[in-house]
């Protein structure tokens, strides 16, 4: 009980080596399922996320992933482990890594809006790498799914804008120009791009000309419709 209680203490005080070692010797003191031990175990779960939380904020990702498993691997049912481990992975570059622990976030709540705009993100980052490598088509797919996750980031509507520029689909990238402008018209890629779409145009003659009043009228009506479906939730 003692080492239960000093661990608890160790945690608030972010002393996280010792706070496991206290939860661990906790635990093989008390019988198992029972409340100490349930109680003791649980707060060891939760200081390896905490751990893992203080070297993501100090850059140490891969440090972070290995706390991170270790919670995993004994409660698999937390949402928010896998969130915090897929942002790990996102920040090493493991994207195939991070996508999996975000669908597996979504599983145990398929409506958790934090969970879906990360998959937009890493989508969305897919589209940068194919876009780098001149992979125009596959880009413009990446961004298309990123777009379908979520719908109000000015910058996937651009960045799909110049992977259909460059494949010189230009209706297209000049819908998706106004869809970005729409969201944010102070992106200076948006700016550049807007340059080479609509020469001798400045933003505001771009979004007021009659033919733009469509698709802007469709941008207003997602998002309106989008803040509904969140205020529902």
């Known amino acids: 009980y003692q080492r239960r209680v000093r661990g608890t203490l160790l945690r608030q005080q972010t002393q996280y080596d ?4 206290d939860f661990m010797h906790a635990l093989s003191k008390v019988e198992e399922n029972s409340k100490p031990y349930k109680d ?15 070297c993501y904020t100090k850059g140490y990702f891969e440090e972070a992933i290995s706390l991170l498993d ?12 896998y969130i915090n481990r897929g942002d790990c992975f996102r920040m090493t570059g493991h ?14 709540d398929p409506q958790d809006w934090i969970t879906i705009s990360r ?23 990446c961004f298309t799914t990123a777009i379908t996750c979520n719908g109000k980031v000015a910058q996937y509507y651009l960045s799909r804008a110049w992977a259909r520029f460059m494949q010189k ?7 998706d120009l106004l869809r970005a402008l729409f969201l944010d018209r ?3 890629e948006g700016v550049m791009l807007a340059a080479r779409l609509y020469p001798n145009q400045n933003i505001d003659s771009i979004l007021s ?25």
């Open 18 to 21: 010792q706070a496991i070692d």
């Open 40 to 54: 003791a175990f649980r707060q060891l779960v939760l200081t390896y996320n905490d751990f893992a939380v203080e």
């Open 70 to 81: 270790q919670a995993i691997k004994r409660e698999r049912n937390e949402k928010g482990f």
């Open 95 to 108: 994207l195939n890594f991070a996508l999996a622990d975000y669908q597996q976030a979504l599983e145990l």
């Open 119 to 141: 998959i937009s993100l890493v989508h969305h980052e897919y589209g940068v790498k194919e876009y780098s490598g001149k992979r125009y088509g596959d880009a413009e797919k």
């Open 169 to 175: 689909q230009l209706p297209s990238a000049r819908a």
């Open 186 to 188: 102070t992106v200076e």
């Open 209 to 233: 000309a009659r033919s733009s009043q469509k698709i802007l009228s469709q941008m207003d009506e997602m998002v309106e419709n989008s803040e509904m479906s969140l205020i529902d939730q």
